[in-house]
């Protein structure tokens, strides 16, 4: 393969054979996706991190770690009572992951 000076594709390059290292970046996206729609959600609905931990009776950071997507628990269950306590519901679907792939 030529020299590149492109970042993604030197990092594609690097990543490519790697089934480890793209489930990694794939449950990181999903977790990055998941905190963009709990703050959206939030922010939405107007209410403070702290607000919508009491209405889901959990603590601020919690909230705080969901938006950072720095959650270790499943954040999905978060994010299903948080729709729930916004009166909203959760809809998920399966993708194609080629018509998602970044490199």
């Known amino acids: ?5 492109d970042a993604v594709k030197i990092i594609h390059q690097m990543i490519a ?5 793209k489930e990694q970046i794939a449950l990181e996206s999903l977790n990055s996706e998941i905190a963009q ?18 209405l889901i ?6 909230i705080e770690d969901l938006e950072d997507a720095d959650y270790q628990d499943n954040p ?9 306590a916004l009166n ?7 993708v194609s992951s080629r018509a998602s792939i970044l490199f």
């Open 1 to 5: 393969m030529p020299k590149t000076t």
């Open 17 to 21: 054979d790697d089934p480890t290292i």
């Open 37 to 54: 729609l709990i703050y959206d959600a939030r922010m939405n609905a107007g209410l403070t991190q702290q607000q919508l931990a009491d």
């Open 57 to 62: 009776h959990v603590e601020q950071s919690v």
């Open 76 to 84: 999905l269950i978060m994010l299903q009572k948080i729709a729930t």
């Open 88 to 94: 909203q519901r959760v809809k998920m679907s399966l």
